[in-house]
């Protein structure tokens, strides 16, 4: 098992930066990739970046060069720098992680909002 506990979020006006991070517990052994989601207001989940083992990433079209993902001894803390937001980047934004076992475990979300 693994315990996916998120912090950070908030409201933002547009244009500004907010910064989410994610700390993982359990069988962190077990993992090989994380990264994050995000949900918009009435959409379905949507890939935001991943994050693999061995360092490799990739990001979703509608964020690259305005978001990015760092790991603090990698797969104990995960962040997710957000800069330059947009009212589209509005949502719960979820950090997950999968195992070799290919089991996925979620974070409890965090809500952005990006308003003025």
């Known amino acids: 098992q693994v315990q996916l506990v998120e912090s950070g979020g908030g409201l933002v006006q547009p244009g500004g930066s907010l910064r989410l991070s994610c700390a993982s517990s359990g069988s962190i052994a077990t993992i090989d990739a994380m990264g994050w989601y995000h949900q918009a207001p009435g959409k379905q989940r949507e890939l935001v970046v991943t994050i693999t083992a061995d360092g490799r990433t990739n990001y979703a079209d509608s964020v690259k060069g305005r978001f990015t993902v760092s790991s603090d001894n990698f797969k104990r803390t995960l962040s997710l720098q957000m800069n330059s937001l947009r009212s589209e980047d509005t949502g719960v934004y979820y950090c997950?992680?999968?195992?070799?076992?290919?089991?996925?475990?979620w974070g409890q979300g965090s809500q952005v909002t990006v308003s003025s």
């Open positions: 997950y992680a999968t195992t070799f076992a290919r089991n996925i475990y």
